[in-house]
């Protein structure tokens, strides 16, 4: 599970990691294939990254993971 935050919003989102064929985005179930998920990948707690989409790039900080 992960909490990240829109630096750009202020607004912090959950998301739990799972398999291609559970996604779900709007249940929190953010596939780890997901460019998203990628994005996270060597991340630490507290550590800033960036997703970038055609049009622009979004700034996330990387608030809570927790492997359950």
């Known amino acids: 599970t992960i909490i990240m935050e829109d630096l750009s919003e202020r607004k912090q ?19 780890v294939k997901s460019p998203l998920a990628g994005a996270l990948l060597g991340k630490k707690e507290g550590e800033t990254f960036e997703l970038a989409l055609p049009k622009t790039k979004l700034k996330y900080k990387l608030v809570k993971l927790e492997y359950k």
């Open 13 to 31: 989102t959950t998301y739990t990691l799972v398999g291609s064929m559970e996604s779900n985005p709007d249940k929190g179930l953010l596939s």
